[in-house]
């Protein structure tokens, strides 16, 4: 699966992980082909972050309770995401940057660690 935004500001574009020779991951939102044109995904840059769908939560209470935050930090389409996210190993996180833009992302499981260990 290809981790990417899928609604909100960055619409459409694609999560990528790149390691610098011997320093640390770097997650990345890729909107062009050079480095200069990818948004970093880290502490620095965002200021709140929520996830919307979580394996454990199967109940119509969590349901509302992710689509309300969906709908807080996205909007109606937050309310969507919050309310159908339910698969299995797909994660949806709801990101809020500090510059004011806020972007939905769908990610698989390894992706979904590497963000939470990068902004925990």
């Keep these: 699966m290809i981790s990417k935004i899928i609604a909100g500001?960055?619409?459409?574009?694609?999560?990528?992980?790149?390691?610098?020779?011997?320093?640390?991951?770097?997650?990345?939102?890729?909107?062009?082909?050079?480095?200069k044109n990818w948004i970093e995904i880290n502490k620095d840059t965002v200021e709140a972050y929520e996830v919307l769908n979580k394996e454990h939560q199967k109940s119509a209470t969590s349901a509302i309770g992710r689509a309300f935050i969906g709908?807080?930090?996205?909007?109606?389409?937050?309310l969507f995401a919050g309310l159908s996210a339910k698969n299995k190993g797909i994660y949806i996180i709801a990101i809020q940057f500090k510059d004011g833009k806020k972007s939905l992302?769908?990610?698989?499981?390894?992706?979904?660690?590497?963000?939470?260990?990068?902004?925990f």
Excluded: C, R, W
């Design 105 to 119: 992302l769908e990610t698989d499981e390894k992706m979904y660690k590497k963000i939470m260990q990068i902004l």
């Design 71 to 78: 709908s807080a930090l996205l909007g109606g389409i937050g």
């Design 9 to 35: 500001d960055y619409l459409n574009q694609t999560l990528m992980i790149h390691q610098p020779m011997f320093k640390k991951e770097i997650l990345y939102i890729v909107k062009g082909f050079t480095k």
